[in-house]
């Protein structure tokens, strides 16, 4: 496990604008696995895994309008542990420690800051939210990653949720089984088991093909194979994934292997991240090709969480051109005229 610039030293040349990256208070520290260190390409500098855990002075900078925050999710959050944006779910922050920090990381505010797991107080204030909040039908185990939380934790966690809202559906928000697939092992996946009154869904997040890799489909089966569907959200990463053939090949990869690719994020403006951002422009041209490109089910939604907590909107171009006597004048992809009328009655 690499924690320092001291050891990344021994594994790679560093660049001047990775050593130029300054720790601070307000940074998120640097953790990478030995598991994904060893799927990294060490001669390339610009190599797409490298680029998500490797510090740069990137980002050390802010950007215009950027903010620690710009989900406003302190805003939203009745306790310092979730958060209840959108009426119908809670995002539980079960952790802030992650198996390894990613350099784009939407919630580093919180994230990587050595506070541990949710107390037990944490966990009675949830499960009386919820108690009094029966609109609230699904919970986000997020943080932080939910997964470096021990099996026994997460028993009780699950149990305390469980008694609070049977019906609740539980979405298990993991970046796990891409940095570290051993950690998905039959007794974790015996926790969920032990829980069959209501679902489960498994929220991955893999931005590109390599993090697919045999441990990683392995790691991601072992859920589905239990009952547990695997949806994914990527994160469109300026360096990383912001090419039509990448995100094609990532898209493909995910359906083979049983994982529904959900969502394409544009980048969040949070502060230090402006390196990983991909001009909108850019973003809307490749949702485009991918639309042409994937079938409907390895099409995720290219969506933007907007600023300010002005939340979740897809982004796509319009295919409508307007509505004449006729009906309504769509362009197809391949750029031509179709008229599609309105019921007469
Ligand atoms: S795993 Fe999630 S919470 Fe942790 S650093 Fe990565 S993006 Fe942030």
Redesign the pocket.
Known sequence: MITSIQQLKKHLTLTEEELSWKESPNSLPILITDYYMSLMDKTDINDPLRRQCVPTAAENRTAGLEDPDPLAEVEHSPSSRFIHRYKNRIALLTTDV?AQ??RH???RRF?GNLMGPLTEEDIRDCCSYLEKHPEIKEILLT???VLTLSDSFLHHLISCLRKASPALVIRICT?MVAVNPDRITDSLISVFKSFPEAPFYLMT?FNHPRELTESAVKATAKFIDAGIPAMNQSVLLRGVNDNADTLEELCNSLVFNRIKPYYLFQGDLVTGTETFRVPLEKGLALEKELRKRLSGLAMPLYAADLPQGGGKVPLCGSYIEGKDERGWIFRTSDNQKRIYPDPQE
């Open positions: 992650c920090y990613c990381c939407f919630r994230t943080g932080g990653d970046r997040q």
